[in-house]
């Protein structure tokens, strides 16, 4: 049995090590190790046993706890123990390193506890965030801690997903990934986005679907027939505002507004995150109008639910039954209502890509230019005024 206070620690000789005298005026006992300086075991009266670290660092005696014989064994504490005079020979303090690392949070815990909240308040999509975590990200990263994330980690993981999923529904992933640890660095979690210059997938899957005049008249006449004339209104007020889905249903009476005299609804949530205030026309206020004799006394929604006060479920099935009703539609979809409105406006001749981007609310004019081409007869029916001006120039001369 070690006696010694100093030896050459080894797995028999430290378990060997007997419990701190009762009697003794101190309560615990320390040994050194001889083959590792600064190196230490402590056992207390109980018989319990510690690895410990001591070092020297700016002239100041400094002390670190490795781990409890169990855990850790001789080799281990030896391993900790030459990893924590590395960083002294780098000029660190080990228990600084270790601490700031400890303090860096998981990727789970910035998930559920900073970016969750974050997304409930400001984003429609906030189920689509929950789904992606807990599907994706949260069993490939949940004990990762945040700085320790790469961005080849993330373009790796990125490509396994390539043949298994659409490229819109990976560029999402991408987006939720790039969005939060951007706002881990806003919020002091992160100094650098690895995943700031990963480039999306072309996307080619994307469909546009445009009503026409006619298709318009037959889908207006079905919503007209229909049993559920909320759901029916739902339908008229996404063709007469471009508004998204999620934005009418969150609709409330309080969000309707009259400045200056003309009627507009105030959308403080948005996909984007940003609040704002969709212009409405004559038709769409008569619809809201119309909207308010169905809404229900202790719900504040204009689109009412059934039960609480909660507001009215998608109406994917009203929409289907209303399609079904107006006859080949098969290819429509509730967003391409928003579709269709930015369409009309443009053909009309009156509006510019401009005054589709802020109708629709769009953060970004690059967003808007996807109905570009929708505007090229518009601008041929403008350049045919050169035409004509040149024509009629050379006639006079």
């Known amino acids: 049995m070690a006696t010694a206070k100093r030896f050459k620690f080894s797995m028999t000789l430290v378990n060997e090590l007997p419990a701190t005298d009762e009697t003794s005026a101190s309560r615990e006992t320390e040994y050194s190790d001889s083959a590792c ?17 001591r070092y020297n660092y700016q002239g100041k005696k400094r002390s670190m706890m490795i781990g409890e014989l169990g855990a ?19 000029g660190l303090d080990p228990k600084t390193e270790r601490d700031s690392k400890r303090a860096v949070a998981t990727f789970y815990e910035f998930g559920e506890e900073h970016y969750l909240p974050y997304s409930m308040a400001n984003k429609l999509s906030f189920r689509n965030d929950v789904s992606i ?31 298994k999923l659409k490229p819109a529904s990976i560029n999402r992933m991408l987006s939720l990934i790039h969005r939060m640890l951007k706002l881990a660095c806003e919020w002091g979690h992160l100094t650098t986005n690895p995943a700031s210059h990963l480039k999306k997938l072309k ?11 006619e298709q318009t008249t037959r889908l207006l006449k079905s919503c007209d027939a229909d049993g559920n004339q909320s759901a029916a209104n739902f339908v008229r ?26 009627a507009s609804l105030f959308l403080p949530h948005t996909k984007a995150g940003l609040a704002r205030s969709v ?57 391409d209502l928003r579709h269709s409105f930015a369409s009309i406006l443009i053909n009309s001749g009156s509006a510019s890509l401009y005054d589709v981007q802020h109708l629709l609310g769009h953060h970004s004019a ?15 029916d403008v350049s045919s005024h050169v035409s004509d001006f040149v024509a009629n120039a050379v006639r006079v001369s």
Do not use: C
């Open 203 to 213: 996307e080619n899957n994307q469909r546009t679907f445009f009503l026409s005049s």
């Open 366 to 380: 690059q967003t808007t230019e996807k109905y570009a081409h929708l505007a090229s007869g518009r601008l041929r």
């Open 37 to 53: 300086t600064g190196l230490r075991v402590i056992v207390n009266r109980k018989g319990i046993k510690r690895f410990l670290f």
């Open 237 to 262: 007020l996404a063709l007469l505002t471009g508004m998204r889905a999620g934005e009418i249903l969150n609709s409330k009476l309080e969000h309707l507004e009259f400045p200056d005299g003309e």
């Open 72 to 90: 850790f064994d001789v080799k281990d504490a030896r391993l900790k123990a030459y990893e924590f005079k590395r960083l002294l020979a780098e």
């Open 279 to 335: 212009p409405l026309n004559e038709s769409a206020l008569a619809i809201i109008r119309e909207q308010q004799l169905l809404m229900k006394p202790s719900n504040p929604y204009l689109f009412a639910g059934r039960f609480g006060d909660k507001p009215m479920s998608h109406p994917k099935k009203a929409f289907l039954r209303i399609k079904e009703r107006a006859g080949d539609l098969d290819k429509l979809r509730i967003h």
């Open 133 to 163: 975590l807990k599907n994706y990200f949260y069993p490939l990263w949940r004990e990762s801690k945040l700085n320790a994330i790469q961005t080849q980690e993330i373009q790796r993981f990125m490509d396994s997903l390539s043949g």
